[in-house]
């Protein structure tokens, strides 16, 4: 397998605190690598570390061998696109295809105005996204989960090879969440993107990512196939409950039941 | 886009067209009224290898040396602070910014008292736009520095920051001219911190022209770059290949540089930078390259025509032109202020 992002070592601290320490992960093309972890684990802090939104305060991460930290803002943003977990409501009444359009920034030149073929990369993006009826809206008037899908497709419209999603479906009712996490899946599958999400859901996790990175106060404690992560002591271990798991036939993933929080 | 930009192309012509007749109009109107036609044949006359006659030197004395230098200043003062507010309101995500409410004019101001008191300006004529550049500068700094945290700039934050910053810098040039013991003092006070442009003429022209055009035409080239950051934040434009501190420094410096230099002509002019981005907004949309120019232009529109009010409404005492757009701008603003409260809860 190509890997496209590598963390060797990583740490990141805030106001005199280690929120991330020394983590080792390599992303790969093709992957659908979903994080999970509570509240406060690091999981938004790593995928803005991915997305050169911050710079780690010691290791290194690699983009396509190449040092991160060195690379212009721009190049890293024809490769990686982020999807930010809320964006903030807007007070620019933009229609919803110009907000996609903007995904095109980083591919065009200072003076190049968009081309049709941006044109034709931003209404596929929609067309993937079900979000071709709303092209015309004011991003200000749509509700929050047509915003986050048209924000996908914004990321879409990008043509990255790494896509970053911080919870991606925090947002949506439970039709958009399957639609959304299926299109992405078969973006991994056919385009050979490369997806770290990270997902609250640990069931839709399960179902849709190829590989778990759990995280817990601030550092990565397993790194493996869902079923490997995903069991009852890790689940105790990280989350503090004690949880059934279980092989979940009809949709491919774990059907987990919480029993309670461990004593 | 790309029928759009046929578009903004026949907007810039007609509002060009507009700019043009209505510079005519207040040339023509005054306390002695002088006919369309005679205006346009002293213009044509001051073309090379043009000609033309039927009109008095006595007339074209008040049009070429009294109202035209004027209105050309109107066209710079309203052009750029509306241009100011627009890129400061895509600049703090925040639709109530304008250089006059947020202080960035009470800085130009200070500069430019600086400048007059000091007698600097008397010597060296150009120190009066250079004080007032520095001095909106380090008012547009000091109000960023203060009102946005992690990229996010919150309204009363901004509005607060800036009130306090403006009421200061405004207290010390209240008092930089009492200091200077001229027994014009009031009127100067009144001039600095309730603008217009009575008094004005071809030297404050040339003075301010050069960087006011050049500033805006920069200004303009940074419209895509505000289009992201208007809709995604800091981090999402950072994102997308932004770079976010020297587009800030850029945008920073060049809105100080044009409200700068026309306070330091004009004195405070307020609400022109909230109330013309905004009509433009509603009737063209929120589109930076549409707004940014087509606002310096319906700006000169707009303070052309105030202008005009001032000084024909009450012959006898003449209105100052900063009294007028608060008197249209303030309602204008807390209009604005319910508006945005409704929406958001985040005031």
Redesign the interface.
Known sequence: MDPILTLTGARKDWNGQTVLNDVNVTIHRGEFVGLIGPNGAGKTTLL?LM?K?LEPTGGAIFLDGRVLAGL???????Q???V?QS????????PAL??V???R??HRG?WQ??Q?ED?AIARQAMADTRTESLASRP?TELSGGERQRVVVARALA?RPRLLLLDEPTANLDLCHQLQVLTLIRNLVRTEALAVVAAIHDLMLASRYCDRLLLLKAGSVIADDAPAAVLTPERLADAFGVVAHVEADVETGGLRITVIGPVD | ??PA?GRISVLLLGLLAVLLVSVICATAVGSVFIPFPTVVAIFLDRLPGVSTEGWLPAQAAIILHLRFPRVLLAVLVGGALSLAGAVLQ?LF???MADPGIIGVSSGGALGAVVAVTSGLALEYPWTLPLFAFMGAGGATLAIYRLSTHHG?TPLARLLLAGLAVGAFLTAMSSFLLSLAQNIFVLREMLFWLLGGLDGRGWRHVLLVSGPVILGSLALV?FA?DL??L????E??A??????MTQLKRWLLALTALITGVVVSVSGIIGFVGLIVPHAV?LLW???HRVLLPVSFLAGAVFVIWTDLFTRTVLPAEELRLGVVTAAIGAPFFLYLLQR?RL??EEI
């Open positions: 803005r997305a939104l212009r803002q721009r190049e890293v943003s024809r990686i696109a982020t930010p964006s903030p409501s807007p007070d620019f009444a933009f110009e907000v359009l903007m995904g920034y980083p200072r105005k968009e049709p044109y991003i990008q | 886009m790309i930009m895509g995500r925040n639709p996010r080239l895509r289009n992201l208007a809709v995604l934040g981090e999402g950072k994102s997308l290949g932004v770079e907004r949309g929120p589109d945005y929406r958001t």
